[in-house]
């Protein structure tokens, strides 16, 4: 059974820096592309960004580009998620996702990951 665990999280004011980390353990990370994603009340899971198997793959949110950056150590199991200029509208639970695709395939919806995490509040301060 894998399991995600995200660390991290906490409040920052507008302009700061966070890192999310996404502990994967059960199986070896290498096997799954990953996906952040995040939840604002009573919203769906919206899209941050993701990276394929190999790491060469990224895609990212319109909203996040240039300001986050999805990265990933098979060595460690950890996946990570550099945030930097962070604002106000970036507040909310963030969680890592797993799935399994062929090659270095990446998937932006939430549908089809097979696994989560249980999130980490990030909380932006104006």
């Known amino acids: 059974q894998v399991q995600l665990a995200e660390s991290g999280g906490g409040l920052v004011q507008a302009g700061g820096s966070l890192t999310l980390s996404c502990a994967v353990s059960g199986r070896t990370l290498s096997i799954y592309a990953m996906g952040w994603f995040r939840q604002h009340p009573g919203n769906e899971h919206d899209f941050v960004a993701a990276i394929g198997r190999t790491g060469r793959t990224t895609s990212y949110a319109d909203s996040v580009k240039g300001r986050f950056t999805i990265s990933r150590d098979d060595a460690k199991n950890t996946v990570y998620l550099q945030m930097n200029n962070l604002r106000p509208e970036d507040t909310a639970v963030y969680y890592c996702?797993?799935?399994?695709?062929?090659?270095?395939?990446?998937?932006?919806?939430?549908?089809?990951?097979?696994?989560w995490g249980q999130g980490t509040q990030v909380t932006v301060s104006s």
């Open positions: 996702a797993a799935d399994r695709l062929s090659g270095d395939m990446i998937r932006a919806v939430s549908s089809g990951y097979h696994y």
